[in-house]
T-cell receptor, first 115, second 110 residues
């Protein structure tokens, strides 16, 4: 099946620093990648949708200057949490899809802890 | 998202029994539906999908039923095993929008 990787799997950083998370589709070309955030015992919250070569579309309430998304190629998208604060601590998950009405394949997630 | 802040409903079943997890979807324009399984600390894993031109689809030990009349989706797991313990999410896709359900936490009792 389709494989999506994320790196790093876990990161601890100091408040005020920036953290970059990578999402890669390993065996397929992803026209669209998605970034989600998940709090304990809750569903996934879509943060933004990115299409290769285009600017990301952010969901309401998600600050685009805070969460920078770059989708430079059909196999790589990055999420940068800028000036991270403790409230940004969460589980961040990416997914990738070839086309509309096709399955989104998810990465293993990145656990971010901001001290 | 629409499901922000909602806590997960739970389902406990005895090992070997069949499990049924239900999902109500909201958008009548949705024509593609997916079930995912999420284990603790991991990303969601694809289980099975179904398109709106079907009302039933079977996989290995899993069956998805779709009732478009009442906008209801269910996942049936046959002979539930301890390894099936996880959170299960339904998702609906309109082509333009993709929605995740609140999820159901399944616990299998040995």
């Amino acid at each position: 099946g389709a494989v999506v990787s994320q790196h790093p799997s876990r990161v601890i950083c100091k408040s005020g620093t920036s953290v970059k998370i990578e999402c890669r589709s390993l065996d397929f070309q992803a026209t669209t990648m998605f970034w989600y955030r998940q709090f304990p015992k809750q569903s996934l919250m879509l943060m933004a949708t990115s299409n290769e070569g285009s600017k990301a579309t952010y969901e309401q309430g998600v600050e685009k200057d805070k969460f920078l998304i770059n989708h430079a190629s059909l196999t790589l998208s990055t999420l940068t949490v800028t000036s991270a604060h403790p409230e940004d601590s969460s589980f961040y998950i990416c997914s990738a899809r070839v086309r509309q009405r096709e399955t989104q394949y998810f990465g293993p997630g990145t656990r971010l802890l901001v001290l | 998202g629409e499901n922000v802040g909602l806590h997960l409903p739970t389902l406990s079943v005895q090992e070997g029994d069949n499990s049924i997890i239900n999902c109500a979807y909201s958008n009548s324009a949705s024509d593609y539906f997916i079930w995912y399984k999420q284990e603790s600390g991991k990303g969601p894993q694809f289980i099975i999908d179904i398109r709106s031109n079907m009302d039933k689809r079977q996989g290995q030990r899993v069956t998805v039923l779709l009732n478009k009349t009442v906008k209801h989706l269910s996942l049936q797991i046959a002979a539930t095993q301890p390894g099936d313990s996880a959170v299960y999410f339904c998702a609906e896709d309109t082509g333009n929008q993709f929605y995740f359900g609140t999820g159901t936490s399944l616990t299998v009792i040995p």
